[in-house]
């Protein structure tokens, strides 16, 4: 894969996490979400999960594995989420490195095209998933009550630069 094709999330969202069509992810089918935490579960420097986002990773156990997996070194932080929702978990994950990736997929046993990486930053979480073959998924950053960050700068620049090198970004 080049670098355009790398950072090209096989679903960019329109909307949060919780705003994702569960329904549309089970058609592709897939058997287990890897989930990036913070200002993909949690608001920037915030503790608790939006309502909207805990309904929503509530439904999706219904159906999915899930694993939270974060470049955040906080053990304690991600391990508080990881419990509030009752998942195994992974700080200091290293992404786009893969090795912690590839720790994850082989205890979840299920081949790359059965998992998606869902995340809000394409240079780490788009792209360790694309390295691996995961499917994967671009949302909007998080705030305080569920709702797309309104004026996220750091995606805004990803999305950027990645139409720059040749991603084909709608």
């Not at 809000?120 to 998924?137: Q, W």
Request: net charge positive.
């Amino acid at each position: 894969m080049n670098l355009p094709q790398l950072l090209q999330p096989d679903w960019l969202a329109s909307g949060t996490l919780a705003e994702l069509s569960l329904e549309r992810l089970l058609a592709v089918p897939l058997r287990a979400l890897v989930l990036d935490v913070d200002r993909t579960l949690l608001p920037a420097r915030r503790t608790e999960l939006p309502a909207p986002i805990e309904a929503w990773l509530q439904r999706a156990q219904e159906h999915l594995e899930l694993r939270l997996f974060s470049n955040n070194p906080s053990k304690a932080r991600i391990g508080a989420v990881a419990e509030r929702i009752g998942v195994p978990f992974t700080a200091s994950a290293g992404k786009p490195r893969r090795s912690a990736l590839r720790r994850v997929l082989a205890e979840l046993n299920l081949p790359p095209q059965q998992v998606a990486l869902v995340g809000d930053r394409l240079f780490t979480d788009v792209l360790a998933g694309n390295r691996l073959g995961l499917y994967t998924v671009l949302v909007k950053p998080v705030n305080a009550v569920g709702q797309p960050c309104e004026h996220d700068r750091l995606q805004n620049f990803e999305l950027r630069l990645a139409r720059w090198v040749g991603s084909e970004l709608g």
